[in-house]
């Protein structure tokens, strides 16, 4: 062991500035569910629209359309759920995890300054100014408040970049020659890819949505901000995916009553999440005109590429879980399975994520074949495949999460464990019956983003009755993953406002390694992050550079639209 402890270098933080970092990531992660909260609730509307049953007459004046809710539904869902979550989380965890303070100013800065745009784009979504969806697709043209706060959103969404950074950069000149410590390593990469990822978002929102919609400019290039939205649209999955990862990989094999089987294979898969993961958003446009079929083929190989990793995360992960089932006794094939503690409702939620995720990726899979997705393609078997994947493995994964750390932030004993547990269920089992449903319907290509129920009854039964069935399991899908939220909620304010309890204050769950790190080839390269990120810079460009040279070089000028 090389480390010298430099006392300068390092002060580990007092009990009282712990408990400073609790409340704030207390405070992130309690926004991020309220945002859902409110998601979740016209979620269910979505769900009954496609069975065929029409609720918005009943929300006048408060929704004043599908899309208005469906835009509300997007945003607070995958972003502002998401990106307060995960901005907390991953601040957090390494301070944690290296016995360091991070930097407070920053963090506290980067909670203000998302608040701030997340009220901007909420004013302009529930005024129905903005009802442009998530995806924001010109020339669709909302009001400047909502794309001026999701520019502040994610601008604030890459500031713990700089915390998590500075404490890796403290850390090492402590410790001169060791690897990053595995949790440090995830968030920094997590953090790294959504820096590259999010340039194409924010290129688009300075140079073309903002201006437009401050009446600078008059006309926008819809294809042009298209693929610049889902340059960043693409690999923000994997930052869904990767804080999720974390604990999936650093805390669930010790939950379950194990270990995590190797340290340098989690790291490999991190690595490759972050090579890969940028450079493949035009997969989201290949019907779309004016890219090159060349660039869509190659697209289709990188896209199947970044399976790899979750390929490699599912086997080290099923088996870090059967070593912890045959340590609780399990024997036979599938006796470890059994044995796994199912009572648990954070191991629950996050073993019946993998399952869910299993489904969600093979339809990804299916997604990234560029002939397949010509059939999938806008029909509904797309959010079937994401409700499993951002719906399920991300959501899923925090909710059960949050069944340890509200205890670990507040020194409040978990609400109704039982309840805790039912959420878990009704959650998963919704959740599987519309992702089947909906992955069955869009096959028979009923249209994602579509306010079906709103056509008169007979019309809406010419078109899809002989998919009805299909229709019904998404609607009592949504009606139970629904009702798990309700479940959930009931805990999660249960626990904020219960008892305190000094036996509740758990420790962060970080589990051991088998295989560790030490001598590892895999660690030590993986360990050049700043080299990484640069190759990853590089592979982009040379994606993203004949991508988008003749759209720079053709402009379209489209005047905008509002349609609401
Ligand atoms: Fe996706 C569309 C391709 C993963 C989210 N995706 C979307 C959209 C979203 C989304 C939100 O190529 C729609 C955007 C919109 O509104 O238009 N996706 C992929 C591929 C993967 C993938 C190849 N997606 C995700 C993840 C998401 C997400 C993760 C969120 C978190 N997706 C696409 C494509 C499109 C697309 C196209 C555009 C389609 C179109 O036409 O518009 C891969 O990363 C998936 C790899 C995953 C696996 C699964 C590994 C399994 C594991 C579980 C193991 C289980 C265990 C339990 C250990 C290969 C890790 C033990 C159990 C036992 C039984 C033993
Ligand atoms: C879209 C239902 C939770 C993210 C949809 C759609 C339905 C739905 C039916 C398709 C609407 C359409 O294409 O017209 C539900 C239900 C939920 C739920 C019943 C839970 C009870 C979530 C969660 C997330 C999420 C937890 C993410 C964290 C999204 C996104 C869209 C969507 C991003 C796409 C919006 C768009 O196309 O503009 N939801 N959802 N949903 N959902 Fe959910
Ligand atoms: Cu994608």
New binding site residues.
Partial sequence: MSAVLSPTALSVPTTQEIAGEKKMLLAFWVTGFLA?MV??AI??L??T??AGIDLYPYLQPFLKS?YQG??L??VL??FV??FFTISGWLMYLPARELKLKPMMGLAWFTYGLMLLGTLMAAYAMFDNSSSV???FYPPLEGSPWFYLGITLVVVASLLPLAVVLEMRARWKKAHPGEPTPLVTFMSATTLLMWLLAALGAAMEAVFLLDPWSLGLTHTIDPLLARTLFWWTGHPIVYYWLMPGYITIYAMLPRQAGGKLVSDPLTRLAFLLLLVFSVPVGTHHQYTDPGIAPVIKGVVTALTLSVAIPSLITAFTVALSLEYAGRRRGGKGLMGWWTALPWKDASVAAQVLALVSFIFGGAGGIVNASWQLDNVVHNT?WI?AH??LT??TM??LVFMGVSFWLLPHLTGRRLYSPKLALASVWLWFI??MT?GLG?HWAGMDGVP???WVSGLPHDQYMRLYGAVHPALIL?GI??VI??LG?VAFYIVFFGTLFGRKDAKAMVAIPFAEVIAGPQGSIIVRIADRLGFWTLVTLIITLAVYIPVLWPMITHPIHAPGFVLW
Avoid: E
Wanted: without cysteine; aromatic residues 14%.
């Fill in positions: 859902l998601g979740i979620g269910v979505q769900s629209n496609y599908y469906l835009t539904h997007g869902n995958a759920f998401t969806l998530y995806t509904l959010p994401f409700h951002v719906g991300t959501t919704g959740m519309w909906g994602r983003r579509s998404v899908g949504g993953a629904m939220a």
